[in-house]
């Protein structure tokens, strides 16, 4: 629900949550009963009207990558639900895919051409979601680039993540006859984050010289 009577604000939730494609409900802050317990957009100096049983998120937090956001949003609906894990699959290929796991939710499923922009937008997802665990799984399918993508997140990332090379055979199978452009990348990524690989704890540049 966004419950907010600042026009900025409203707009600032509405828009984003457009792209997200995320339904909404609009309601003045002091409409909200106890009894009700959606999760509520507003802003701090309205939260005080907003009952303590009810899951609350601000209007700064919708600053962020919308990745970030859907991961906020999923995390207050779900947290105590699900593990708190946050799993990222990566298809190397001309064409990369990525599926991202929160809270055993998927809250991105994406194509990029580019590696450099496909990891500067993994390090905002790295840094802008807490979780105990925070994994990244690569498919072996081309390793030239799958080392390239993990050698650049060592470098940019500076905190520690496990890190898993996945058997894309185990995924191909599933996504053979799929041929929408990018389609098929972004289901491999999905199965890439389902399966187990050998893993490792991957330690910044900074800790370990």
């Known amino acids: 629900m966004v419950a907010t009577v600042y026009g900025r604000s409203y707009f600032k939730f509405v828009n984003v949550l457009k792209n997200l494609h995320l339904r909404y409900d609009s309601v003045l802050p002091e409409e909200i009963t ?123 990332f500076c905190s520690h993540f496990e890190l898993e090379f996945v058997d894309e055979r185990k995924t191909s199978l599933k996504v053979k006859n799929y041929n929408k452009r990018g389609a098929r990348d972004k289901l491999s990524a999905r199965y890439i984050t389902q399966r187990e690989g050998y893993r490792h704890l991957v330690l910044p540049l900074s800790r370990v010289g």
Do not use: Q, W
């Open 34 to 156: 106890g009894s009700d317990r959606r999760l509520v957009l507003t802003t701090a100096g309205e939260s005080y009207k907003i009952p303590i049983t009810s899951p609350v998120l601000l209007d700064d937090e919708f600053d962020h990558d919308p990745t970030i956001v859907r991961g906020k949003i999923v995390k207050k609906l779900e947290s105590g639900f699900h593990r708190d894990t946050l799993v990222i699959g990566i298809d190397p290929g001309n064409r990369i895919g990525l599926s991202v796991f929160y809270y055993e939710k998927e809250i991105e499923s994406s194509i990029y051409t580019s590696v450099e922009e496909l990891i500067s937008h993994i390090v905002k997802i790295l840094v802008g979601l807490a979780a105990d665990r925070k994994v990244v799984k690569v498919g072996n399918g081309n390793m030239e680039i799958a080392r390239r993508i993990t050698d650049m997140l060592n470098l940019k």
